[in-house]
T-cell receptor
Framework: GQQLNQSPQSMFIQEGEDVSMNCTSS?????WLWYKQDPGEGPVLLIA?????ELTSNGRLTAQFGITRKDSFLNISASIPSDVGIYFC??????????????FGPGTSLSVIP | GAGVSQTPSNKVTEKGKYVELRCDPI?????LYWYRQSLGQGPEFLIY????????DSGLPNDRFFAVRPEGSVSTLKIQRTERGDSAVYLC?????????????FGAGSRLTVL
């Protein structure tokens, strides 16, 4: 079945540093999503990507949909303490289907040291 | 409601008992998803409803798990003969397909502990 891999598994960074994390898949997806989850809460959507090669920003966050449709990355610039959490990539919509099943990666845990 | 509401927020039960978890999606959202999240892992797809019908139940781990959405709004996830391995956070999400984003809005989850 479909499987997503995320790296790194965890990160410890100083406040103000930039962060980069990525997600790879064994399958092609039509849409890539990046979510953030805080403790005790459900994941919250950060960025959605719909086209191969697409680069999208949301404030200090930037994400790209890989050309091969099998990968995506998320960058966070000038990290702040509230960036702490677990970041999940998710893929949606296998090629040639109208599937709406969203598959999540295992997550990247981000810790920010003030 | 304003967001996705899940009840109970916490459920502790004994092995072998029956459990129901409820999800009240955002009003007007026709799609509803159930996910299971174990500690340190990403959400694992269980089942997806489009309206009243289960469009994809391929993620249900076995026949002890069942979900319904009889009126196309509230959904109940039912687990029979619970096992310790069923302990996890069960997340519900809803969306409005066709909006161009298929953005899943998640509830806070129901944490199930099977003793």
């Amino acid at each position: 079945g479909q499987q997503l891999n995320q790296s790194p598994q965890s990160m410890f960074i100083q406040e103000g540093e930039d962060v980069s994390m990525n997600c790879t898949s064994s399958s092609i997806f039509n849409t890539w999503l990046w979510y953030k989850q805080d403790p005790g809460e459900g994941p919250v959507l950060l960025i959605a990507l719909y086209k191969a090669g697409e680069l999208t920003s949301n404030g200090r966050l930037t994400a790209q949909f890989g050309i091969t449709r099998k990968d995506s990355f998320l960058n966070i610039s000038a990290s702040i303490p509230s960036d702490v959490g677990i970041y999940f990539c998710a893929g949606l919509g296998l090629m040639k289907t109208s599937y709406d099943k969203v598959i999540f990666g295992p997550g990247t845990s981000l810790s920010v040291i003030p | 409601g304003a967001g996705v509401s899940q009840t109970p927020s916490n459920k502790v039960t004994e092995k072998g008992k029956y459990v129901e978890l409820r999800c009240d999606p955002i009003s007007g959202h026709t799609a509803l998803y159930w996910y299971r999240q174990s500690l340190g892992q990403g959400p694992e797809f269980l089942i997806y409803f489009q309206g009243t019908g289960a469009a994809d139940d391929s993620g249900l781990p076995n026949d002890r798990f069942f979900a319904v959405r009889p009126e196309g709004s509230v959904s109940t996830l039912k687990i029979q003969r619970t096992e310790r391995g069923d302990s996890a956070v069960y997340l519900c999400a809803s969306s409005f397909p066709g909006s161009g984003a298929n953005v899943l809005t998640f509830g806070a989850g129901s944490r199930l502990t099977v003793l």
